[in-house]
Nanobody
């Protein structure tokens, strides 16, 4: 069974940084797309970043240059380094995955529990 466990959320002031972690189990990284999706109150879910099984990283335009996704295959973990955080980044951030090598964030079928990120001005 695929399981995603997230951590790293918290509260920071504008301009600060956080690093989110997502530990995955139940599948190998070589056969999975994994990424981060966020949802702010009253808004629809928005894809933030994702990594395909081919090793390609993709970012939403709103976070390009500020967020960086990375992976640690030895621990089957992916990270989202978030720098220069803005109040508009406030949301619940979800780790998500799909058992396929190529995907967009709308293809995710497995989800973590979510972790709250709050950015104050």
């Amino acid at each position: 069974q695929v399981q995603l466990v997230e951590s790293g959320g918290g509260s920071v002031q504008a301009g600060g940084s956080l690093r989110l972690s997502c530990a995955a189990s139940g599948y190998t990284a070589s056969r999975v797309c994994v990424g981060w999706v966020r949802q702010a109150p009253g808004k629809e879910r928005e894809g933030v970043a994702h990594l395909t099984g081919y090793g390609n990283f993709y970012y939403h335009d709103s976070v390009k240059g500020r967020f960086t996704m990375s992976r640690d295959n030895a621990n089957n973990t992916v990270y989202l380094q978030m720098n220069s955080l803005e109040p508009e980044d406030t949301a619940v951030y979800y780790c998500a995955a799909a058992l396929r090598s190529w995907c967009g964030w709308t293809d995710f079928t497995y989800w973590g529990q979510g972790t709250q990120v709050t950015v104050s001005s």
